[in-house]
T-cell receptor
């Protein structure tokens, strides 16, 4: 099973709302990632969790708050977002054993619209 | 920092061969990956080169020359389903840095 699942598939929220994106993998991977992707652009790394600990934060605004409750789950909590935060949010995972050479497997993404 | 350059668009007919080049300037380079992404879909891993040379996986092959900071993805026997965006990405300490992507359009 090489599947990463993400919920919801689509999310529309107002700038005052609080919402969460969820990501799950059951491949035993120990590294998990959040990416943001705008239309016709490449994915941009936001956060990396390694062995359930935040290892990389790419200077992401605090209105995005990641959480890794266990080795299979990754959440992204959203609060007070701006319309320019509208994008496809992708979760990915990799084995985490060697880091740099691990293949990353992407979930289908959550398409977020901020009104 | 990381910088990867690839052509923005390529158009070819079914059955043709397409080569997507990728040149990179990165610090701490470990290897070059290629991902395919269909419209509305997620990036899907195609191949990874850590060492110089050619890696072949079915109709797709990938090449790396570390001395030239250059790699390419070769798509053979093009099919309509190969119409997608293709990204090269460099690996560095858990981080994947992506090129801007190449849109491949396959015509009948």
């Amino acid at each position: 099973d090489t599947e990463v699942t993400q919920t919801p598939k689509h999310l529309v929220m107002g700038m005052t709302n609080k919402k969460s994106l969820k990501c799950e993998q059951h491949m035993g991977h120990r590294a998990m990632y959040w990416y943001k992707q705008k239309a016709k652009k490449p994915p941009e790394l936001m956060f990396v969790y390694s062995y359930e600990k935040l290892s990389i934060n790419e200077s992401v605004p605090s209105r995005f708050s990641p959480e890794c409750p266990n080795s299979s789950l990754l959440n992204l909590h959203l609060h007070a977002l701006q319309p320019e935060d509208s994008a496809l949010y992708l979760c990915a995972s990799s084995q985490g054993a060697s880091g740099v050479t691990d293949t990353q497997y992407f979930g289908p993404g959550t398409r977020l619209t901020v009104l | 920092g990381q910088s990867l350059e690839q052509p923005s668009e390529v158009t070819a007919v079914e059955g043709a061969i397409v080569q997507i080049n990728c040149t990179y300037q990165t610090s701490g380079f470990y290897g070059l990956s290629w991902y395919q992404q269909h419209d509305g879909g997620a990036p899907t891993f195609l191949s990874y080169n850590a060492l110089d040379g050619l890696e072949e996986t079915g109709r797709f092959s990938s090449f790396l020359s570390r001395s030239d900071s250059y790699g390419y993805l070769l798509l053979q026997e093009l099919q309509m389903k190969d119409s997608a965006s293709y990204f090269c990405a460099s690996s560095n300490d858990y981080k994947l840095s992506f090129g801007a992507g190449t849109t491949v359009t396959v015509r009948a």
